[in-house]
């Protein structure tokens, strides 16, 4: 259940929540946990998707030098294929919170629903746009998963990853029917089981799953 808080007055040692990369196609879903340091606060902080890159990447230095503590986690495509998105994103939270140098007293989950923690914890829909160290999560889970996902371009040229960032967008689902899935593709989301399925027929049954 929401807690009824008053976001400018939270309390320190409290973390903030985040994921980014529930919807795409491919590679992890990156998490972040931050908690803020009251007496060095940091200027401009809100929801990720709100910001420019650029802001983006000068906040994410700015967070992991003046946080009180931070932690990035992840879970796995295998992880995601095994346990299905939900409940991945819930234990790379978890992972991020655990992960903490300083035990928080609350823990602020962007969203509508909290992973199993150690300590209090409430849900906060649209919370990166309120609750300022859940938008240091939101930016710190964001630019890492952005980097990652550039460096997977590199990797998987053609499908433009650096790009739609595994999302399903026309250029990569036309990638994904034309040259098949990758490693980091996520075998239970519908478009990649189909061309892995579209793979085997045109093998006759005997690739590699």
């Known amino acids: 259940m929401q807690m009824g808080l008053d976001f400018n007055l939270v309390e320190d040692l409290v973390a903030g ?8 196609l491919c590679g992890a879903v990156v998490t972040a946990a931050v908690i803020l340091d009251p007496q060095r606060p940091i200027l401009g902080l809100n929801d990720s998707k709100k910001l420019t890159e650029a802001k983006r990447e000068k906040l994410f230095d700015e967070i992991c030098e003046k946080a009180l503590s931070y932690c990035i ?31 928080p007293k609350l823990a602020l989950i962007d969203g509508n629903r909290c992973p ?10 649209k919370g990166d746009s309120q609750v300022p160290a859940i938008a240091a ?12 996902m550039a460096a997977f371009e590199l990797i ?26 990758t ?7 519908a478009p990649v ?3 892995f399925e579209a793979r085997d027929a045109l093998s006759g049954g005997f690739a590699e799953v």
């Open 73 to 103: 986690a992840r879970a796995e495509v295998e992880e995601i294929d095994q346990l299905n998105i939900l409940h991945a994103t819930m234990l790379a939270m978890q992972r991020a919170v655990e992960g903490l140098s300083v035990t």
């Open 137 to 148: 999560a939101s930016i710190l889970a964001k630019v890492t998963r952005d980097r990652e």
């Open 183 to 189: 490693p980091i593709h996520r075998r239970s989301f």
């Open 17 to 24: 929540v985040d994921e980014v990369g529930r919807g795409p």
């Open 193 to 195: 089981r189909a061309a």
């Open 156 to 181: 998987y040229p053609g499908y433009g990853i650096g790009g739609h960032k595994g999302y399903p967008t026309p250029v990569h689902l036309e990638a994904l029917a034309r040259l098949g899935p």
């Open 116 to 125: 199993q923690l150690s300590v209090p914890a409430a849900p906060v829909v």
